[in-house]
């Protein structure tokens, strides 16, 4: 089986998520400038609707970055390795925060626009509902000390909550709804068009980035864990090392 | 027994969330009854494993000549219809605080029916989960509640329709909903569940 072999960070990978996070703050710098500065203002909504160049691309990869938690995990079942339990932390942790800002940023539009903080709107809730249900997930982490159980029990997680999201969708959508229909580009001035391209292409080499840096950081936690215990005869860390001095003395006044 | 107990005492305090208003008391009978009985779940699904892990048993029903997928619809089903019968004996007193109208009781039992099949399915997979971790109260509700959201809010607007009157007659879709849940999780489940308890 692959967990047998202990991972092995590739040792270049923060180098290459740090300069695809390097990329991304210039196209964010870039396309919020042209967001901010250089589009229209919208025709009902007025400047508010401004947070949609940051928005809309959290929103598409916060989906993204769950989605290759999903695939991280499914591919961890099929053919066990570390590397692909490294790679689903960083997919679950990153879609975490990513869904968690969402949350945020809908926050801090809606007050302004239909004046309530929050609504039970069907991708608001289903928003919501993920973030929980991953968060459980990212817990369940904490709470499980066998690294074999913990991989393949968020491996399972992680399935079983991807699956459920079109269902709270759904469910959620009968229930109540209020949210704006989503726009394509044709219901969109290319004015507007720009800067949102622009974004998205920057917070997707953002999610990149930390992704393999995070999953870099797991790799490199999980050879440690994994790492069989160095075998010295001689006591190791310095509470040992003063442990042995006081029983050698103890030996020489007796 | 012991669960019923709990879920009627929950019944009993949501009531006093409300205070002594019949008519806003018959209107939140069905929501409260599926939290009731959502609470009371993870108590019945923590129990199901309790006896396994204490002498290690589950090691033992492993060693037996049957697949991991026949011990996971075995619990379930059990599970099932525990929860079922729990669901069943918080019905009384539901009348007796809330003053419903149980004029369409079949299927009312229908939908509890569905409702704990579909609790029953992910809360066993996650139970067996949570019996062999320390922190197991914490985690079996932080991982099930969130998944079974689209249970509790098709069982609850099903039973309040069933209670209250349906003019559109839109129990029948939320009906579907919660069977689509369960045709989706209970095979789903049942093939993660190998991969869950197998060492």
């Known amino acids: 089986m692959g967990l047998d072999l202990l991972p092995r960070p590739n040792p270049r990978g923060p180098r290459i998520g740090l300069a695809l996070i390097a990329i991304a703050v210039v196209l964010l710098a870039i396309g919020s400038y042209i967001g901010l500065f250089r589009a229209p203002p919208e025709h009902y909504m ?68 239909w004046g309530v903080w929050w609504d039970w709107d069907p991708r608001l809730t289903t928003t919501a509902v993920m973030l929980a249900a991953f968060l459980g997930i990212l817990a369940l982490r904490r709470f499980v000390e066998d690294p074999i159980k913990r991989a ?61 840096l995070r999953s870099w950081l797991a790799q490199r936690r999980l050879a440690q864990e994994l790492a069989p215990p160095p075998e010295t005869s001689r006591p190791s860390t310095s509470e040992e090392r003063s442990l042995a001095s006081t029983l050698e003395l103890g030996g020489d006044a007796r | 027994m012991a669960v019923v107990v709990f879920g009627a005492t929950a019944l009993l305090l949501l009531s006093f969330a409300v205070g002594p208003n019949a008519t806003a008391l018959r209107q939140l009978a069905g929501g409260f009854l599926w939290v009731a009985l959502l609470f009371s779940s993870t108590l019945a699904l923590a129990e199901s ?60 039992c229908g939908i509890l029916a569905l409702g704990s099949a579909g609790l029953s399915a992910p809360g066993t997979l996650y139970a067996g989960m949570a019996s062999q971790v320390r922190a197991q ?7 099930l509640f969130p998944l079974v959201v689209p249970v509790l809010l098709a069982a609850v607007k099903a039973s309040s329709l069933l209670l209250l009157g349906d003019p559109m007659g839109q129990v029948g879709s939320w009906a579907l909903l919660l069977l689509t849940f369960n045709g989706i999780f209970w095979p789903l489940c049942g093939l993660l569940f190998g991969a869950v308890i197998e060492e």
């Open chain 2, 137 to 143: 109260q914490v985690l079996l509700p932080l991982l």
């Open chain 1, 152 to 212: 393949t029990w968020s491996a399972v997680g992680t399935i079983v909550a991807f699956a459920d999201v079109p269902i709270v969708y759904f469910s959620v959508r009968w229930w109540n709804s209020l949210h704006q229909t989503q726009s394509t580009p044709e219901t969109v001035d290319s004015a507007m068009v720009l800067p949102l391209r622009i974004n998205a292409f920057g917070v997707l080499f953002l999610m990149v980035g930390f992704l393999m």
């Open chain 2, 49 to 108: 494993f309790r006896a396994e892990t204490e002498q290690k048993a589950l090691e033992g029903l492993l060693l037996l000549p049957t697949t991991p997928v026949a011990l996971f619809y075995a619990k379930a089903l059990a599970n099932w219809l525990q929860l079922l019968l729990v669901g069943m004996g918080l019905l009384p007193v539901l009348v007796i605080l809330y003053d419903p109208d149980l004029a369409r009781l079949p299927e009312i």
């Open chain 1, 46 to 113: 007025g400047e508010v609707q401004r947070i949609m160049y940051v928005h809309v691309p959290t929103a598409w990869n916060a989906m993204l970055a769950l989605t290759v938690a999903f695939v991280c995990a499914l591919v961890f079942l099929f053919k066990p390795s570390w590397k692909w339990d490294a790679r689903l932390e960083a997919a679950l942790e990153v879609g975490v925060i990513l869904a968690f800002l969402l949350c945020v940023q809908g926050s801090i539009w809606a007050k302004p626009t």
